[in-house]
């Protein structure tokens, strides 16, 4: 039988010493890697490395190269990718992995950060917090209090923060 095809959503790490995500790829098969911020915008590529018997192809949405398509052209190949993108100083490394049992049909890899197309978004009147109070709405909209220090966390990506106060 084919693999097993899967559409997947990967948060991609770009701290040092955590381990890349791996995009399970099947010769004979087609996996398109759809590159995102944190947003959901699309965040364009500037360039591609890749190592290993694959045939990559960077394809455009309107204006915007954000999608590669990526194809063994083995079926016992290995290798990894390289990608810098526009406005990013960390390159973002991906290991393609090619499985006989499952292969991403598409992965959307999402960077923890806004991109160049990325809106913020914006806190508008109206909004409350039931559970909590001000300091605790601040610190969720992104303002942090006089008097909070930021605690130092690990086993988690750069989006994710902790405050001591009070």
């Known amino acids: 039988p084919g693999p097993k095809p899967e559409i997947s959503v990967q948060n991609i790490p770009l701290d040092p010493g955590v381990a890349p995500v791996s995009v ?18 699309p965040w364009p590529i500037d360039d591609i490395a890749w190592a290993g018997d694959f045939e990559i192809i ?4 309107g ?10 052209q083995s079926e016992y190949t290995a ?3 390289s990608i810098k993108l526009q406005g990013l100083q960390t390159p973002v490394i991906l290991v393609l992995d090619t499985s006989r049992d499952l292969v991403h049909y ?3 890899a ?8 990325g809106k913020s978004p914006i806190i508008q009147g109206g909004i409350s917090i039931t559970a909590g109070d001000q300091q605790l709405t601040s610190i969720l909209e992104g303002v942090i209090p006089p008097g909070a220090s930021r605690m130092k966390v690990s086993g988690v990506d750069t989006r994710t923060s902790a405050y001591s106060y009070n």
Do not use: C, Q
């Not at 999402?110 to 197309?117: A, D, K, L, Q, T």
């Open 24 to 41: 399970k790829v099947s010769y004979g098969h087609i996996t398109t890697i759809n590159i995102l911020d944190s947003t959901g915008a």
């Open 58 to 61: 960077e394809t455009t949405a």
């Open 63 to 72: 204006a915007i190269a954000n999608i590669i398509r990526v194809t063994p």
């Open 79 to 81: 290798g990894n990718m």
């Open 106 to 108: 598409r992965i959307d």
């Open 110 to 117: 999402v960077i923890p950060e806004i991109g160049p197309f």
